[in-house]
């Protein structure tokens, strides 16, 4: 078996002291995350975590930083790269369905997050907010996309 690492994005959106946070069903197990996925073939760092933002929770999203880069590897042994980013969320379409698996986007405070550790799709939750409220910010210029030579 080859070994290949998960390349993730994820967003931390903050609106008077909470966080944009959807529940989701994992496994038949309803957990909380950031608005995160999976790079998608030829597109950006940027344009995934804009598209997994909106797809999971109806938000427009404007990267504004990159909160930091997050390795980490489950119980079941796979293993993932998070890219997490901070931003604004700039408009809601309410009539917008959710991607398959998402319950519900819910605004929380990090004290409810905490009280909630159980449900918590993987201790990268919390470290991402916690991160951004320890004003860890990185341009988004670190990030660079090269395109394939032809």
């Known amino acids: ?34 608005p995160a996925g999976h790079l998608d073939e ?11 933002v909106l797809e999971e929770t109806a938000w427009e999203f404007a990267p504004e930083h990159v909160t930091g880069l997050y390795l980490w590897k489950s119980a079941s042994g796979r293993t993932f790269l998070r890219v997490n980013f901070f931003g604004h969320g700039l408009r809601h379409h309410a009539e917008r369905e959710l991607d398959d698996g998402i319950l519900r986007a819910v605004w929380m405070t990090r004290d409810e997050l905490h009280a909630e ?24 210029d670190v990030l660079t996309h090269l395109e394939t030579d032809h």
């Open 1 to 34: 078996m080859v070994w290949k690492p998960h390349v993730t994005v994820s967003a931390v959106i903050e609106r008077d002291g909470r966080f944009l946070m959807v529940e989701e069903l994992v496994e038949d197990r309803a957990v909380f995350n950031q």
């Open 42 to 52: 030829d597109e950006s760092l940027v344009e995934a975590v804009v598209r997994e």
């Open 117 to 140: 550790a159980d449900r918590l799709r993987s201790p990268m939750v919390l470290r991402c907010i916690d991160d951004h409220l320890d004003g860890r910010r990185y341009p988004l």
